[in-house]
């Protein structure tokens, strides 16, 4: 890890700043008020419109007059940085150029199906249910917990083994293990330390984003420091120090799907992180994930806002290294001086010349996705309302690796990673409809597809359509060997593909960047101020994926647009959401 050449400077600094904050932390009560960089919240009348809250479709006299910001794509990110700033007076204006907002929180209906697309299960709704509470103007988000009284989320399956089960509690976490692997009983507990403490010590790590960069760094290795230690190793490092049992160890690492970059490669910061997040159960939003959209957007057009999809942006302008705005595809121009791109930070550097992602956190993977639609309810069909993950063996690395070189055994015998998951049984409103839904995905190379990369959406032909047969029929066959009570039971089936994700999302990656360590070492993770004057950054790709996680984007995206920075966050204690919730 790099460290500035002079521990002195960074002891001067860390008396300075001790002593300055004390001072300031007893100036900062004394003058505190309202939220920074507030306007007075001028509620406009609600947007008369005949269409759906989520389909508002772009023409040129929607743009309202004096936008303060611009937010280019409208997923969890862009809306909830969207809504804070709108709480906080500023009138903003969201182009999505999907026909549907929401990014990777749409739900799709097809011959009377509905299902959830990118979110699947969250965690904490302690926590982000009160940050969309505190930010909903539309009906509020109720999240319902999976897997009933006992609370099991996820349950992994490790080749033909039989699953275990993550019940939330992080007692029962534990116990469910060490009853299983009682020789691994302090390595267990230890890991569930080490994965505790590595997510806690993670906020000061992305708030330090906000500062600036020679600050981010002193706080990176001093106060930082033991996330620093922890981040900086990967998954399968920790995981060999810690166990001896390869079983152990697979059903650990079984919910890297979530993050979707094999355990040797990825931080074990991204594990910690998702690995806490579920800790304490699973949930999904009553009404399917497209709720969160729906109670968010009415904010924005509070304030005199718009959320408008079908807008397609070309080209974020620059001019003197400053945003002057946007351009669409077809030569619309909205003129503006805060522009903030919640496309992801690949998608951005094709927008503006003048950003680029470091090399080493290029985009990550792509999935294929089965969709099915089931005859019998949830109790008709024994369906859990946990996810299950199966992994080929307990050889997680290798078989990764094989998969990617050579996919045709794993499909053939439809045994290569899987995600499991029933939206219907998780969904109290869909649960009695005397029907049920099914998503199945797996990981995908996108060069498999890139031969119908220029192809129309749904008119990719012939070689296209028996490529998503191969695939999906194969994660039927996985299917139906962990759910063999299923077989006979589909009445809809329909493919997706690293395609299906750039047409919708103007991306294959599905979580966007990659999570090697350096992502979350000093070295080069991405800050929300870009270089560019007035051009922001927020979404997964400031923190981590996850709807958790780009939620958090743009709460840090917020802060440093409405000018939050280290002397508000450190020195005075004061921040966005606590001076919000005051207010
Ligand atoms: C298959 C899959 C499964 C997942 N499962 C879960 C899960 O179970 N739980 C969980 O918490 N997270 C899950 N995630 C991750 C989570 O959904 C994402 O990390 C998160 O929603 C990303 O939010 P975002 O706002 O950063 O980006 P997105 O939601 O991707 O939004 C970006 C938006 O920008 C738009 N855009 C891009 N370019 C342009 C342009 N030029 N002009 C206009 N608009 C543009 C896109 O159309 C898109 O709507 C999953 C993701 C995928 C893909
Ligand atoms: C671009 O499309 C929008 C919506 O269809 C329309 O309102 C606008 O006038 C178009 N602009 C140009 C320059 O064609
Ligand atoms: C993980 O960190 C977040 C942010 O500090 C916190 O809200 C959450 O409670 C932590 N989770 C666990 C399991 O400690
Ligand atoms: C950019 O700089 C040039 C020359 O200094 C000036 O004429 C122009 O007005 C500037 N443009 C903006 C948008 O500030
Ligand atoms: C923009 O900034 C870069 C570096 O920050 C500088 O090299 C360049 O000259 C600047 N360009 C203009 C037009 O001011």
């Not at 109290?428 to 995908?444: F, H, N, W, Y």
């Amino acid at each position: 890890m790099p460290r500035p050449q002079s521990t002195t400077l960074i002891c001067a600094s860390i008396v300075g700043v001790t002593g300055l904050s004390l001072l300031l932390k007893y100036a900062s009560v004394k003058l505190r008020r309202g939220v920074k960089g507030s306007k007075p919240f001028t509620p406009s009348p609600p947007v008369k419109r005949s269409s759906e809250i989520t389909r508002d479709r772009f023409t040129k006299k929607k743009v309202p007059e004096d936008i303060d910001v611009v937010i280019v794509g409208s997923g969890i990110g862009g809306l909830y940085c969207a809504a804070l700033l709108s709480k906080a007076g500023k009138r903003c204006l969201v182009l999505e150029q999907h026909y549907v907002a929401g990014g990777c929180t749409h739900c799709f209906e097809d011959k009377g199906w509905e299902f959830d697309t990118g979110v699947h299960y969250v965690g904490r709704v302690e926590k982000y249910g009160y940050l969309l509470d505190l930010v909903s103007e539309g009906p509020k988000v109720t999240f319902e917990k999976m897997g009933g009284e006992d609370g099991t989320y996820d349950e992994i399956k490790i080749g033909d083994a039989p699953a275990h089960g993550f019940r939330a509690g992080k007692e029962n976490f534990i116990n469910d293990l060490v009853a299983k692997f009682p020789r691994e009983k302090e390595a267990i507990e230890k890991y569930i330390e080490m994965v505790i403490k590595c997510n806690k010590s993670a906020d000061l790590h992305f708030f330090g984003k906000l500062f600036h960069p020679i600050m981010e760094k002193i706080i990176d290795v001093t106060l930082g420091g033991k996330f620093q230690s922890l981040a900086s190793r990967t998954v399968q490092d920790v995981m060999d120090e810690l166990f001896e049992d390869e079983m152990l160890k697979a059903i650990l690492m079984g919910q890297f799907g979530d993050y979707g970059m094999p355990p040797s490669t990825a931080s074990f910061f991204i594990h910690a992180g998702i690995v806490s997040h579920y800790l304490d159960g699973g949930f999904y939003p009553e009404g399917g994930p497209q709720k969160i959209a729906e109670a968010i957007i009415p904010t924005i057009e509070k304030t005199g806002g718009r959320v408008l999809v079908n807008a397609d942006v070309l080209k974020i302008n620059v001019e003197n290294n400053s945003t002057t705005g946007v351009t669409l595809k077809n030569g619309t121009v909205i003129k503006c001086s805060t522009v903030i791109s919640a496309a992801g930070a690949e998608a951005t550097s094709k927008l503006v010349g003048d950003f680029t992602t470091p090399p080493d956190l290029r985009d990550g993977i792509s999935h294929v996705y089965l969709f099915l639609g089931l005859k019998g309810s949830a109790k008709d069909l024994d369906l859990t309302p946990s996810n299950l993950w199966a992994l080929p063996s307990v050889n997680v690395g290798s078989d990764i690796a094989d998969y990617y070189n050579d996919p045709g055994s794993y499909l053939s015998e439809g045994k290569m990673l899987m995600f499991i998951g029933f939206p219907s049984s998780k969904d109290p409103t869909q649960r009695d409809l005397g029907k049920s839904t099914c998503v199945v995905i797996s990981e995908a190379k996108t060069e498999w597809f890139k031969k119908w990369d220029g192809t129309d959406h749904g008119q990719r032909g012939d070689g296209y359509k028996e490529m998503k047969k191969k695939f999906g029929d194969a994660m039927l066959k996985g299917l139906l060997k962990h759910y063999p009570q299923l077989e006979g039971k589909v009445e809809y089936m329909e493919t997706a593909t690293p395609l299906t994700n750039m047409y919708y999302l103007r991306r294959e990656a599905s979580y966007g960047l990659q999570h090697p360590p350096e992502r979350y070492t000093i070295k080069s993770g991405i800050r929300p101020q870009s270089d560019v004057k007035g051009l922001w950054i927020t979404g997964q790709d400031v923190t981590t994926n996850g709807f958790a996680g780009a939620l958090m984007g743009g709460v840090l995206t917020a802060h440093g647009v409405l000018g939050y920075g280290f002397w508000d966050l450190v020195v005075g204690g004061r921040d966005l959401i606590t001076d919000m919730g005051k207010a």
